[in-house]
Every structure is written in structure tokens, then in C-alpha cells.
């Protein structure tokens, strides 16, 4: 019989969101986010227009703030720098303003915040 259930997710980067799971998670599970001020701060990441709009310059900072997240917190198994699967994604993109990006709302960008 199939699990249909959910579990919270953060993305490296990236708001809250839900995925599937496979029925072997622990029913109390922690979900580790930082808001972009903190990656901004340890990483020099800048969240202007251009992260998320230039997916490589998205995927070379997904690749530092993972670095800075395996640094410090190395006693935390979520993050493996050797994974990629997280890197290459469009998770984060325009924050929690896809939909009114998507309707042709203007965002305000911050290098330290989400538009």
C-alpha cells in the first residue's frame, strides 16, 4: 500500500515546501532553513535579480552556501557536499512570488532578502 503523506522541506535557499516520503522517516523530523541574509553574510551571496534568473550563477552560489552549510554544521548529515542533486535546481526562484512573477508582477530585489 502506497504512503501518501508529506513531509516539510527546505531547500538550500529556498522557502518551506512539502515532498513525498517513502514511509521511512521519523515522525518528528527537523527541517534546517536559513533566510538568504544568513548566506549573504558567510557566503557574500547576492539574491538581486540575477540568482534568480542566471542558473549558473545560482548553481555556483548553491555550491558555496552548501560548502559554508557543511562547514558549520558538520555534525548535520543533510547537507553532502558529494550529492549535486540539490545544486542544479530552480527551488528558491523568486521566493514565495512565483505566481505573481509568473502574472507579470514587478519584484523588488534585495541582496540579502527574498524579492
Known amino acids: 500500500m502506497a504512503i501518501l503523506k508529506l513531509r516539510n522541506h527546505i531547500p538550500i535557499s529556498g522557502p518551506a515546501r512539502r515532498e513525498p516520503v517513502d514511509g521511512t522517516e521519523s515522525d ?4 534546517l532553513g536559513f533566510e538568504p541574509a544568513w ?3 558567510r557566503c557574500g551571496v547576492d539574491f538581486t535579480e540575477r540568482w534568480h534568473q542566471d542558473p549558473f550563477y545560482r548553481y555556483d552560489s548553491l555550491v558555496k552556501m552548501k560548502k559554508e552549510l557543511c562547514k558549520a554544521f558538520p555534525s548535520v548529515s543533510y547537507w553532502n557536499e558529494d550529492n549535486k542533486d540539490d545544486l542544479a535546481t530552480i527551488s528558491g526562484c523568486y521566493g514565495a512570488y512565483v505566481i505573481p512573477r509568473v502574472c ?3 519584484l523588488v530585489y534585495e541582496k540579502d532578502r527574498w524579492p
Open 104 to 106: 507579470g508582477f514587478r
Open 39 to 41: 548566506f549573504y553574510q
Open 28 to 31: 518528528m523530523r527537523v527541517s
